[in-house]
């Protein structure tokens, strides 16, 4: 009978498969986030990638953490597992904020430091989609993880300088003009600068994650 139960229930293996399907689907927003910050007449159906992405993680993420509460045997500890995909979670998330700030603001070109911040957001997401896989053999991977989660990182404090260098130039402008269009589009700029932001925020706190869970896998 217990032998028969068990059958039914989760396999460890599925947790990794569920984390890669995630980590592409943040790639996938990424890409889409990408296209959107480039501007012009494709920003909507960019914006509305995003929103469809952003309810393919929310699906992956339940199902995870369904498996969390119907899997005796775990691959490492459950708050674990529900820190790791919840952060992976947060980053597409706040990638669906920054387009739907995007359409309700309906701006349609951005700053090139907003599309040198997609750059990085994408390149983020592919290190994190590498690097989910490899926690199935945390032994045999531990310094293939250290290493992409170090690049995640640095990727992170790259961006707060282009993301404090386009804050910086918003304000210069918008101080040099009187205009109150030039204010508003301080304000909305700023606005679509801290999305970004903690986009890759988010992305450094998967990092975070990978890093605790191989410390304590060790």
Not at 36 to 44: I, N
Not at 114 to 139: D, H, N
Not at 169 to 190: N, T, Y
Not at 193 to 215: G, M, P, T
Request: net charge negative; glycine share 4%.
């Amino acid at each position: 009978m217990l032998g028969w139960f068990q059958a039914l229930m989760p396999k460890e293996a599925r947790f990794f498969t569920l984390f890669e399907k995630h980590a592409a689907i943040v790639v996938a927003g990424a890409e889409a986030l990408r296209g959107l910050l480039r501007g012009g007449e494709t920003v909507e159906d960019y914006c509305k990638q995003v929103f469809q992405r952003e309810a393919e993680a929310d699906d992956v993420t339940r199902e995870v953490l369904l498996a969390v509460r119907r899997t005796f045997i775990t691959p490492f500890d459950r708050p674990d597992i529900q820190d790791l995909i919840s952060s992976m979670d947060d980053a597409i998330d706040q990638m669906n904020k920054t387009a739907k700030t995007i359409i309700l603001f309906e701006v349609r070109s951005f700053e090139p430091q907003m599309r040198q911040m997609a750059e990085f957001i994408l390149q983020a997401a592919k290190l994190m989609l590498e690097a989910v896989p490899l926690l199935s053999s945390i032994g045999t991977n531990a310094g293939r993880l250290n290493a992409i989660t170090t690049k995640i990182i640095t990727i992170e404090e790259q961006a707060d300088d282009v993301c404090n260098q386009g804050l910086k130039e918003l304000f210069l402008a918008s101080r040099s003009e009187s205009d109150q269009g030039d204010a508003m589009k301080f304000v909305i700029g700023s606005e679509l600068y801290d999305h970004l932001e903690k986009v890759v925020d988010r992305l450094e706190d998967v990092a975070n994650e990978i890093n605790s869970i191989v410390v304590d896998q060790l």
